[in-house]
């Protein structure tokens, strides 16, 4: 059976530092994205449950896509990512970027500090309750799957992406 995905609120401080250079447009959006960016909140209670739970979890620290990425090449399998399901953050939903800027703080933005885990469905509901028991939302975005990659899934059609993200080393 394919394991599932969960993560939750996708891209806000990666859109913080997008919007770093237009202050008028990131003061438009609120506190949500600057709080995201420089008092991320730690996972660890959340963390602390799965650990019966998940089969394999990271913090999505340099991107959704390179911190999957490692999962990935750990486990030898591939990966569906559903667009529509991941959380992206409102306030970066609104924040005046392009669909393409969006799209890029969701998959390789960095420093949200979320949780990326794998789960076989048979803990779905543990998984609920935990997400209840300690006020953290919950997204299932996508499958495992055995072909190795990373794939998109957007309008019903499934499209390789680049397993990339934050780069420390990158010239800048």
């Known amino acids: 059976r394919l394991r599932q995905m969960c993560i939750r609120d996708r891209g806000a401080a990666a ?102 885990f794998t789960a076989v469905p048979q803990h779905r509901e543990a998984i609920v309750a935990l997400s209840a028991r300690t006020a953290c939302p919950i997204s299932r975005v996508g499958a495992i799957i055995s072909e190795s990659g990373l794939f998109l899934l957007d309008d019903d059609t499934s499209t390789p992406t680049r397993i990339k993200g934050y780069d420390h080393f990158a010239a800048s």
């Open 15 to 116: 859109g913080a530092l997008k919007l770093y250079d237009n202050l008028p447009a990131l003061q438009k959006t609120g506190q949500h994205l600057l709080l995201r960016l420089n008092q991320p909140v730690p996972r660890i209670e959340i963390g602390m449950g799965l650990r019966d739970l998940a089969k394999a979890c990271i913090d999505v620290s340099d991107g959704l896509a390179a911190d999957l990425g490692h999962i990935l090449e750990a486990s030898g399998t591939g990966a569906e990512l559903d667009f529509k399901q991941l959380p992206v953050s409102e306030a970066l939903a609104h924040a005046g970027l392009s669909d393409e800027q969006l799209r890029d703080c969701v998959l390789y933005g960095g420093d949200d500090y979320e949780l990326c």
